[in-house]
Structures are given as structure tokens and as C-alpha cells.
């Protein structure tokens, strides 16, 4: 007895079914592979961001503890490319803290040069007073003329930092960082 049955088609996939199954590869890899480049840039700006915080920071409590116990502020002076303080420190020694925008640098030297800060963009300094006959703590600009480095009690310091994610890509991370240091030996 011999039945005829349905003929089996060859196992195998179609050009349709193959097509569907590349188009979505295709999408989930390209899906993959965008948020993986995501992830690899997040981590970088992270790094930088870290390093860039660290180095800020450190920055930061140097010039703060020594202004703090500054006599006096000797010298001033800013233009478009350059800024630059001269303290004379608590221990009596000339301290200039010097910026120049073509180095990208911020610079301590007391005779012996330091290199505070790399990849700095911005330093900006603002001297300020406390009225003589008052005991609150307002600040007013100085006025630079006459005998004003008697008068200065209070320096607001502003710098931004900044370094690129990678050297093709235009994309930066940046930090600013802004202190308003008074100067505690100095009486008025």
C-alpha cells in the first residue's frame, strides 16, 4: 500500500525572510553601536571632568591659603591677553600669580616658576574693599587710584578650565571655579 502523500519543500529561508532578518540586525546593531559610542564619549567627559576638578581644586586651596594670610597686595594689572596679582605672602616673600592666554597657563612664581593650572581659558581678579567705619561685611570696588593697595581686603578670583573629549571631536569639558578670598592679616 503505497499512499501519496504532500511533497516536503527543501528545508531552507526565502530572499524575503532573509532580507527581514538583515534589516533587523542591521537596526539593532547600528542601536547598539550608538548608545556604546555614547557610553565610550560619557566616560571620557567623566575623566576629564574628574581631572579637571582634581587639578582645580588643588589650585584652588593654594592660592586661597596663601592670599588668606597675604600682608598686603602689591601689584595689579590685566589687558586682553594677560592677568596678573602681586601679593607680598604672610612669610614676607613677593608672590605673583600670573595668566597668559597664548600658554593657556596660571602661573606662581616666587622666584621659582609654578605651574598652578594647564588648559586654563579664563583668570579673572577683582580687588575689593570693606568700608573703614563699618562692621559689615559689604565689599565695594576700589578704586585704583591714589594709594589702593592699602585698601584692598577682599579678592574675588574667577578661572575656567577646560579640556577636549578627543582631539577630533569639538566637544570640551569645562569647569569654572570662583572664590572670594579675604585677606585676614591685613587690618583696615
Sequence with gaps: MFTKGRSRKPAGWTLVE?????GIFSISGIALAT????CIRSF???TNYATLDKCN???MDTLTAEIRQAQQVLSYSSNATSTSLTILNGSGVNVTYSFDSSKQQFIRNDGT???LLTNCNLVAFGLYMRPPASNS?????????GNWQTQVKTIQ???KTSMNICPTAQINSEDVQTACIVIRKQQL
Excluded at 532573509?18 to 538583515?22: E, T
Excluded at 548608545?35 to 555614547?38: H, S, T, V
Design 18 to 22: 532573509m532580507i527581514v532578518a538583515v
Design 35 to 38: 548608545i556604546f559610542l555614547f
Design 44 to 46: 571620557a567627559a567623566m
Design 57 to 59: 581644586r588643588h589650585a
Design 113 to 115: 616658576s609654578k605651574v
Design 137 to 145: 561685611f559689604d565689599m565695594y570696588p576700589l578704586d585704583t587710584s
Design 157 to 159: 578670583l574667577t578661572w
